[in-house]
């Protein structure tokens, strides 16, 4: 096995930032509420946890799936991407990786790695909303940018969140 480069020491231990895609509008919510909802369900996820007995509770089992990789965030119909502090986060959430199978192409779901991507996903677990609070960076993209409302601006400047173009 060799050596790992730092660009991948870090995309692998809780240095790396989190990335979480979401839309536009998705984005105003967030920010005016000050919070991320957990809106992923991981079906599978008892499974994962090593409850092999019951898979009917799913709630328990909600969270944020954010990414490693700020290409795949990017890639997933999102034009804002939210950059979470993992070693913050990780301080209060369980984070948990999850391996998923994804064609970057179609965004779709598929079971075998041929024509697929690894999207280094983190699955905070949480039923509860995340406190933008944990936000090292806010990005939007150039189109976009512009066209966010000065009050959102303003506050995530109060909070001394950057907000970037990508």
């Given at each position: 096995?060799?050596?790992?480069?730092?660009?991948?020491?870090?995309?692998?231990?809780?240095?790396?930032?989190?990335?979480?895609?979401?839309?536009?509008?998705?984005?105003?919510?967030?920010?005016?509420?000050w919070?991320?909802?957990?809106k992923?369900?991981?079906?599978?996820?008892?499974?994962?946890?090593?409850?092999?007995?019951?898979?009917?509770?799913i709630?328990?089992?909600?969270?944020?799936?954010?990414?490693?990789?700020?290409?795949?965030?990017?890639?997933?119909?999102?034009?804002?991407?939210?950059?979470?502090?993992?070693?913050?986060?990780?301080?209060?959430?369980?984070?948990?990786?999850?391996?998923?199978?994804?064609?970057?192409?179609?965004?779709?779901?598929v079971?075998?790695?041929?024509?697929?991507?690894?999207?280094?996903?983190?699955?905070?677990?949480?039923?509860?909303?995340?406190?933008?609070?944990?936000?090292?960076?806010?990005?939007?993209?150039?189109?976009?940018?512009?066209?966010?409302?000065?009050?959102?601006?303003?506050?995530l400047?109060?909070?001394?969140?950057?907000?970037?173009?990508?």
């Amino acid at each position: 096995m060799g050596m790992k480069t730092f660009a991948q020491f870090l995309e692998e231990g809780r240095d790396a930032p989190l990335y979480h895609g979401t839309t536009y509008g998705a984005l105003e919510k967030i920010i005016s509420s000050w919070e991320v909802l957990p809106k992923t369900h991981h079906p599978h996820f008892k499974l994962l946890m090593g409850n092999k007995s019951d898979r009917s509770d799913i709630t328990q089992y909600s969270g944020i799936s954010t990414t490693r990789s700020l290409k795949f965030a990017k890639a997933w119909n999102s034009n804002a991407v939210i950059v979470f502090d993992q070693r913050r986060v990780a301080q209060k959430y369980k984070i948990v990786p999850i391996q998923y199978y994804t064609n970057l192409q179609t965004s779709r779901f598929v079971t075998s790695r041929q024509n697929s991507k690894n999207e280094y996903e983190e699955f905070i677990v949480t039923n509860k909303p995340v406190s933008l609070n944990y936000a090292s960076k806010i990005l939007v993209s150039d189109e976009l940018i512009k066209d966010l409302e000065p009050k959102y601006v303003k506050a995530l400047e109060n909070a001394k969140i950057p907000l970037e173009a990508f």
